[in-house]
């Protein structure tokens, strides 16, 4: 690991220094010269931050910031020995909109109380790395003809380069995850296993043509199944099929609860394949993969609008789920949860909070927010307003979706006020919320083209129009 460090006292007349310091740091660490302005803008927003909470508490403690440099992340510390961290939601708007900012163009921004060495403000981002086309990797000398000689197996690290290889075949540089052009970034997240991948190889040319790969998510009890490509010279071998099955036995390994995938609905190949294998829609993401997306040598045509997606959910156990259902939406929200096949049943006790607890996220890459309710309080409608109105002013989200705890307390006088502000209902997510159920709503800043999404189940139809139509009365 290499680290640099700079100590300044609480003035803002110190911001220049400590942007030049972040920025050449962020120079070191690789990033190129057009996204050097950006680490001003994290920079300033940061040590501001910092600045105004000593400033407000009337500490004089100076401030140390730390950047350091390991194999996968850029990170950038704010130390000083003020008055531990304040809740969030005690924040003024301002700092909460800084805050966002900081968010949205950042892996993770943690905050972290060290007791008697005081707090730090720790900002994450990937670390730069080489694509597949800066790697002296030449093609194939001869391209050979698929053999029906396929294994599936889990990913070896070295063959890391492979799977960016056959991502960048099929979508050029469309594709809107754009680690998996980043070997070293396959290697590393398989190694911790983040994420475990499997492939599918072409035994007589020891080729890599398939890749599918299950991601942990914060919530420990369930997985996302994802990032799916099979190389088009070996479309109709099932390899996608083939990988499924080889995942869902890992899978069940783990001891998880339920697995999420959200196929694509410009086309149904991906759906079909999940109800082959049993799971169950249970939402709709309008708007979700950015309009770059490009099928490059598969027969289907580039879209022109943001992508919309379906959330698909196997459970893997059925437990007993204690959720209140609103009124409004009851019946498809009964539906849904009859199609998942759990029984329901209401909390007996209903402890309502005084606040909310709110968070909110913006993917810079994917151009959507996502705001997550994980615990309701009697102020929700006010604090959803407020966290919605931010991300908007500190970001340029096309879609947002929220996501609300269904294990709390009644929704039902908060769902008007919430759909006021342009939210739809579109779904539910088992498990999401750290083992809570979420009923999602869908804000859109985009036009989206409902009569292109196709749509292959007949639950998932029922679903789909009921969303739609939601849409539509909110929005029109």
């Known amino acids: 690991m290499i680290f640099f460090s700079l100590k300044t006292p609480p003035e803002l007349i110190a911001l220049r220094l400590v942007q030049s310091f972040i920025s050449e740091s962020a120079n070191i660490c690789g990033f190129e010269k057009d996204k050097l302005s950006l680490f001003d803008l994290i920079a300033e927003e940061g040590f501001t931050y910092v600045v105004r909470l000593l400033k407000s508490e009337e500490e004089s403690s100076d401030i140390t910031i730390e950047t350091k ?16 961290f304040p809740k969030e939601e005690e924040l003024s708007e301002i700092e909460k909109i800084g805050l966002n900012i900081i968010k949205a163009y950042s892996k993770k921004l943690l905050w972290i109380n060290q007791g008697k060495n005081g707090k730090e403000l720790r900002i994450l981002f990937n670390k730069p790395q080489k694509d597949i086309t800066q790697y002296d990797i030449f093609a194939d000398d001869k391209k050979q003809k698929p053999s029906n000689d396929i294994s599936i197996e889990i990913l070896k690290p070295e063959d890391a380069y492979k799977v960016s290889r056959i991502i960048y075949k099929t979508y050029g540089y469309t594709y809107p995850n754009g680690d998996m052009y980043y070997p070293e970034f396959i290697e590393a997240v398989n190694k911790n296993k983040d994420i475990i991948s499997v492939v599918a190889v072409d035994k007589q040319c020891k080729k890599i043509v398939g890749h599918y790969a299950i ?144 968070d909110a996220k913006y993917n810079a890459a994917w151009g959507f927010g996502t705001i997550n309710v994980f615990e309701v309080g009697s102020n929700l409608s006010l604090e959803i307003k407020n966290t919605f109105n931010r991300l908007k002013l500190s970001t340029q989200a096309e879609a947002i979706f929220l996501n609300i705890s269904l294990n709390d307390a009644p929704l039902d006088e908060h769902i008007g006020k919430i759909e006021e502000l342009g ?12 083992g809570k159920d979420a009923v999602r709503f869908e804000y859109l800043n985009t036009l989206i083209d409902t009569d292109r999404i196709k749509v292959y189940g007949d639950f998932a139809k029922e679903l789909f129009n009921y969303s739609v139509s939601m849409m539509k009365k909110v929005l029109w």
Do not use: W
């Open 215 to 358: 991601e942990k998510l914060d919530c420990k009890d369930i997985v996302e199944l994802g990032q799916t490509v099979v190389d088009p010279d070996y479309r109709g071998k099932n390899l996608a099929k083939l990988m499924r099955k080889k995942l869902e036995g890992i899978a069940l390994g783990l001891k998880i609860k339920g697995m999420f995938t959200q196929p694509v609905a410009s086309h149904t190949r991906t759906q079909k394949i999940n109800e082959e294998f049993n799971s169950k829609v249970c939402g709709v993401s309008f708007g979700l993969v950015p309009k770059e997306f490009n099928y490059k040598k598969m027969e289907i045509k580039p879209v022109t609008e943001r992508e919309s997606c379906f959330l698909y959910f196997k459970p893997l156990v059925f437990e007993k789920r204690f959720v209140y259902l609103p009124s409004r939406h009851m019946d498809m929200l009964n539906k849904i949860y009859n199609h998942l096949g759990f029984e329901l049943q209401r909390p007996k006790n209903s402890s309502l909070s005084e606040k909310s607890r709110i």
């Open 423 to 434: 939210f739809f209902f579109c779904g539910v997510a088992p498990y999401i919320l750290n």
């Open 69 to 84: 440099i390991d194999d996968r992340y850029f990170i950038i510390s704010f130390f000083d020995k003020g008055m531990p």
